[in-house]
């Protein structure tokens, strides 16, 4: 079965500090692919990054960064000196192989307070 | 490059009532198309995705249905909505299952 999970309901943080986001996600495939999503206010889902299992290398992408660790079924999202711009809910996400859909987490609402 | 067009962007409809979202895209052919549903509060859930024209799978047992006319067009419907169908709607395309997928706008429905 595909899981994802994401413990954290609600961050909020001051403008200018780092915030890290949670994934730890469920599979028995031995190829699946982790990804990040981001839903502003007005309501589309906007696509950060895709990973593969067989690549856990980390990507850092501006002030966005990921940490994909396979040992411990995580897939983090940090975003360093966030700003307002970076409130919005994200989604962690996760295909199997020969699976046609992405299971999202429930999202972390992230607000960064001016 | 490849759009995504989602509409109408809110919709309010009585009980009862039939509903017909369409979501079509452009600049690619024969991608895969998904729609999901949000809850409040709550990750996406995917209602219907197709492969190609005519195609539809359906992921969960619902009051709502899927089709797809044309290569490049997906419909979500319902003869008849329940006050449970509010939501917000969510289409989707990618190249491949293997790719990223890419979202439209949203359709915010309120059943009342």
């Given amino acids: 079965a595909q899981k994802v999970t994401q413990a954290q309901t609600e961050i909020s943080v001051v403008e200018k500090e780092d915030v890290t986001l949670d994934c730890v996600y469920e599979t028995r495939d031995t190829t699946y692919y982790l990804f990040w999503y981001k839903q502003p206010p007005s309501g589309e889902l906007v696509?950060?990054?895709?990973?593969?299992?067989f690549d856990e290398q980390n990507e850092i992408s501006g002030r966005y960064s990921w940490n994909f660790q396979k040992s411990t079924s995580s897939f983090n999202f940090t975003i360093t000196a966030s700003q307002?711009?970076?409130?919005?809910?994200?989604?962690?996400?996760?295909?199997?192989?020969g699976a046609n859909n992405l299971f999202f987490g429930t999202g972390t609402r992230l607000t960064v307070i001016p | 490059s490849q759009t995504i067009h989602q509409?109408?962007?809110?919709l309010v409809q009585p009980v009862g009532s039939p509903l017909s979202l369409e979501c079509t895209v452009e600049g690619t052919s024969n991608p895969n198309l998904y729609w999901y549903r949000q809850a409040a509060g709550r990750g996406l859930q995917l209602l219907f995705y197709s492969v190609g024209i005519g195609q539809i799978s359906s992921e969960v047992p619902q009051n709502l249905s899927a089709s797809r006319?044309?290569?490049?067009?997906?419909?979500?419907?319902?003869?008849?909505?329940?006050?449970?169908?509010?939501?917000?709607?969510?289409?989707?395309?990618?190249e491949s299952p293997l790719t990223e997928a890419f979202f439209g706008q949203g359709t915010r429905l309120t059943v009342v």
Avoid: E, H, M
């Fill in chain 2, 69 to 94: 006319p044309q290569d490049r067009q997906f419909i979500l419907s319902s003869k008849k909505l329940l006050l449970s169908d509010s939501g917000f709607y969510l289409c989707a395309w990618r």
């Fill in chain 1, 47 to 53: 696509f950060l990054i895709r990973r593969n299992s």
């Fill in chain 2, 7 to 10: 509409w109408p962007a809110t």
């Fill in chain 1, 84 to 97: 307002v711009v970076d409130s919005a809910v994200y989604f962690c996400a996760l295909r199997g192989t």
